[in-house]
């Protein structure tokens, strides 16, 4: 599937550059029916507001960082997912579902050089943007998919 692979990618990348925020990979904030607000972002055990506050974290709160990314995996979640306000993908291209992914690595904060070295669990739920499912094209500066749902925790 393409979709993940280009997340994946372009994810690492804003990782290492804040040149874009983090906020332009997310849904845009809403609440469901219950009341519990979107996208849902978890920073080890600790529940994140948005995309905003969470780049504030990374920007203010936590040192320059390398990760090395040592496995993915992804699996469809719902195959006949249809972003809210939009008709969805023709069906043909794939692209109306939701897809887990999961990725687990090592990652030192701070001097690279004198850092320890720690394990990190990431799991991301990618939904179609309703954006890009509204124009039915792919545009060169519109995602085609949006964290909904992320949980990062350092493991060791």
């Not at 804003?14 to 849904?27: A, D, G, Q, R, V």
């Not at 029916?33 to 978890?42: A, D, E, Q």
């Not at 995309?51 to 390398?66: C, E, G, K, N």
């Not at 997912?81 to 701070?110: Q, R, S």
């Amino acid at each position: 599937m393409a979709g993940p692979d280009h997340g994946l990618d372009h994810a690492a990348t804003i990782k290492i550059s804040t040149n874009e925020p983090l906020s332009s990979f997310y849904i845009t904030p809403c609440a469901m029916s219950g009341g519990k607000s979107l996208p849902s972002i978890s920073f080890n055990g600790e529940q994140i507001r948005n995309a905003t506050v969470l780049q504030a974290r990374f920007d203010d709160q936590i040192p320059a960082a390398s990760y090395e990314v040592k496995c993915y995996d992804c699996h469809v979640v719902n195959p006949n997912y249809v972003a809210e306000g939009t008709e969805g993908w023709p069906a043909k291209t794939g692209k109306n579902m939701t897809i887990l992914v999961a990725v687990n690595g090592c990652v030192k904060f701070g001097n690279i050089d004198e850092a320890k070295q720690r394990g990190f669990s990431e799991t991301f739920l990618l939904v179609p943007n309703p954006v890009a499912a509204a124009n039915k094209q792919r545009a060169k500066d519109v995602k085609e998919w949006l964290i909904q749902t992320q949980n990062f925790r350092i493991v060791v």
